[in-house]
């Protein structure tokens, strides 16, 4: 999608001497209105794009204007004298001005400003490709303005209630996103964007989106949109299962409340996070560390009033305990187990003292700490925690110790069988497992030879479907190739959730290209460290199947593969990147005409200028007349040109004069070529590429008729 910038309202002077009755004109109906009795709307869209605004206007100049522009009228004012305003076809009406139209068909109806609104937001989002924020903005403004809900959202645009939830959280997006967004989505994709609107808030957004969009290690582009939801995830969101504070402390914080009800937990928003593996999450690392902070300070208070000194500074450093020291007078929650007297066998010597006594069995700190970093650590004296550790059982008594040894001492043999009746229950234990192994074994085996035997003419489009999405789901790290041939994918969602509900609606061979991107697409990138190494299996498969099919990489299509479509932007830009692959002109013409069609004429007045001209479905120099004393090279690239498309003749012109076979004849336009030899606007030198002026789109190849 190009580039969408802000453009102002086209200015239209009313003539001098035309006299206006504005009763006729303001009755519903269809008629033609003079364009300065027309303005803009200024609740529709402000944002256009000038490249496909021109080609329209280029478009109603040849042809006019083919759908009627909806008005309505409207009381003149002193800032805006006009009597008409624009409901839908803002485009229609700005490339018309362009084009030097005085007047344009319009269907004038009475609306109020709530039913023009409405209409409004309905047509931008209802038209084809609209921008994801525009429509977006538009979802919102309907469900305010206009009393719409999201079922009925998702009914008018063929969509599901979760994809319009979706794009409803992109209003959320901070304003240096949203522009970004605007400016460049093929960077900013929309995917990405909704990533970024689920951070809380602005300064987090803007923070994020600085470090997804600087330049990867070795290359240029940012984060992919992989890589982009792991950094939110590992540094954005945040785990409340292990917060310091208690989540269900709606005191803690008044003005934020528990975090069991709060909107930025991502169990309580699963439409906004249908990707959120854990519906625990804080997605609002502010807030979460203003809480960790108001609880840190809330514990110094109620310290402060029982009188337990509170240390900091070099103070608190050299009282830090050692956590496996058994000589330390003072010890924290995080001290080893084993630092302790008379641990009992059953827990294995593992583990810290916070592991094995519960919230209600700790005793009363002696001290706290606190930290540079703000944090608390409370310290206990060691006989406390020796004592809850002896009561939860963690430790032993002396005496639990003594009698434990004594009953050891007596009865061997009574632990001896205890331990052989244990050893006989483990290994019935295992018999049953391994059983249950088989069985399921056999069960699974069984399963997959039916599968396979109805697959024996090929897989259908439900095994393929799901074949594909337990590779995508797997963690072996396969993924679509999207930064290099994201252009090839007509789905936004690019996350695994996203690629998932793609797949189930997708055709078998959609679904088999899929698979074989996923399966190959991590072998297309060629990196420092591996330049020189042996191909792995998957890179030698690309290569091999290639082969296999007669699939070949030319010159031309290094030569394509090298041409930035967006970059395009003017017949300069068209004529510069024909002259630097002059060698396979052919290819490099039809790829343009292919990815973008309105450098139809640029690219033909481009070829004419630089001596080629097209005659029997091949370009050759002008002193060339035949296509078998063409040059090797550019013979072979003719025979594989696309037949020429057919031309419609709008408007009769002159015949062609006989016996001019220098280059193609338009019947519409004259030869552009031969007009810029005449007037000296064109001047082909060897070495270098003569200035154009902007061509008119056409139907291309164009035919010689006579």
Known sequence: MCKLVVLP??????????????????????????????????????????????????????????????????????????????????????????????????????LTDKQAAE????????????????????????????????????AKVKQSRSYVYGRLKLCALSLKARELFLDD??????????????????????KALSEIMAPQYGSNEPMSVRQAATHIAQR???????????????????????????????????????????????????????????????????????????????????????NWNRDEAFVTEDHHLSAFDRVAPATGMGGTVKKHIEAEGWPTPAKYLKEDNGSVKALY??????????????????????????????GADAKLTAQQERAAREA?????????????????????????SLAADGLTLDMLRELTKAIVLDDQGFCLPDDLIGDLYRFDDRSDEGLCAYIDQADMTTVQLLLMDLLIGESLTVDTWNLDEDLTPFEQALVTMAETVGVDVTPADLAVAGIDIDALQNPEDVLAAITANIEHMTAVIAHIIDKAPHHIGNAEAAANALGYFYKDKAWHKKDVQTPAAAPANRTDEAESAPAPRKTITLKGKPQAQEGDTTGPVIKVRKNRAAQAEASGELVPEPEQAPKLKPAAAWPFPTQTRT
């Open 428 to 452: 019935k234990e295992r018999e049953e497992r391994q059983k249950r192994c088989k069985t399921q074994t056999q069960e699974r085996v069984a399963r997959y030879r039916k599968l396979r």
């Open 9 to 110: 309202p086209p200015v239209v002077p009313a003539p001098a001497d035309q006299v206006i009755v504005v009763d006729e004109l303001v009755t519903e109906g269809y008629r033609d209105i003079p364009l300065h009795l027309v303005r803009i709307s200024y609740t529709n869209r402000t944002r256009f794009n000038p490249e496909a605004l021109q080609q329209l206007a280029d478009n109603i100049a040849e042809v006019g204007i083919l759908q009627p522009i909806l008005m309505r009228p409207v009381t003149p004012t002193a800032d805006a004298p006009q009597i008409f305003e624009i409901v839908a076809g803002e485009r229609r009406f700005r490339a018309a001005v362009m084009a030097g139209l005085l007047n344009a068909p319009a269907s004038i109806k009475v």
């Open 119 to 154: 209409i409004q937001l309905l047509e931008n989002i209802q038209r084809e490709n609209p921008h994801p924020l525009e429509e977006a903005i538009g979802f919102e403004q309907l469900m305010l303005k206009h009393g719409y809900n999201a079922d009925q959202l998702a």
């Open 381 to 410: 004296r060691r006989e406390d925690i020796q004592a809850a550790l002896e009561k939860a059982g963690a430790c032993e008594t002396e005496q639990a110790r003594a009698d434990r040894r004594g009953a050891d001492a007596a």
């Open 185 to 206: 989505i093929q960077r900013f994709p929309a995917s990405t964007a909704l990533l970024i609107a689920r951070i809380p808030t602005p300064e987090l957004q803007d």
């Open 236 to 322: 954005y969101t945040l785990d409340l299962g292990i917060a310091v504070f208690d989540t269900k402390d709606a005191k803690l914080m008044a003005n934020a409340g528990s975090c069991v009800k709060c909107p930025k937990r991502t169990g309580n928003q699963p439409e906004i996070y249908p990707d959120a593996k854990n519906a625990n999450v804080c997605t609002d690392p502010d807030c979460f560390a203003e809480k960790k902070a108001a609880h840190y300070k809330r514990i110094i208070v109620v310290a402060n009033k029982k009188g337990i000194p509170v240390l900091e500074g070099d103070e608190a450093d050299e009282a830090y305990p050692c």
